[in-house]
């Protein structure tokens, strides 16, 4: 690692991790402290009472309390772009612990059958459910976004413009195995920094470790630890010219684990 690289690497934003599995919090929080990250989206199942999840909640929050690492409750489903009693339901109950410091929704409407029959109703609709969660808890909602959401008209405006005007940051799925060039981490997620800076909320890039058998190139699963670390670097050097930038989130953490050296 060069000598700029280095310094970039201290003052660029911590790292953040997506945590769908019930791994045992100790190891997340060794893996996490070993990886900088600083802050960990934290599955919380829909049917919390009865999911049996919340002491390992707990524990992990104590550990995370411990480690200087932020917990953010996270769940989503495509289903609450219309089910927005149930996504109530989840944050309510999710938030109610007083475990996390934000909510993290990962809703993808586009995955819907709707979103080919009738975009405009399912754009709205999606953007009535964050308007909703945003409104519902007073603690920041952060959400997953699609790096092309600019392209996808609004009125006069864009579905990134308007999910940015709806929430107080987002995560990008700019998931591509390169740092640089055509098609690359910076090539894809560049658009959402710029209108996250415009719009003054944060906007972190997102990098993919779990195998994508239809997508070779958005995953660092064929490529590895090694080049992953490597990339991630490369780009927090470069994304800090971006006051929007907020650092780099790794989906997720048991494919992230299991990458090769």
Sequence with gaps: MTASAETARRKAPPRAMWLWDQSSPADVVAWSMKHQVKEIFAMVPADLAGSGSLPRLQDLKTRCDRADIKLAALNGDPGWTFDHAAALAWQRAAMGTNLFYRSHVDI?????????????????AFLAVLALLGADDPRPLEADVAFWYGTIPVGGSTLADEVLARVDAVSTMSYRDTATGPNSMLDVGTDMLVRGQAAGKPVRLGAETDPTPDCLHCTFYEEGEAALETALTTVDELATVHTSFNGIAVHHYRAWTELRP
Excluded at 108 to 124: F, H, I, S
């Design 108 to 124: 993808e409407p586009y995955l819907l059958n709707e979103w080919l029959t009738d975009q405009t109703t399912t754009v709205q």
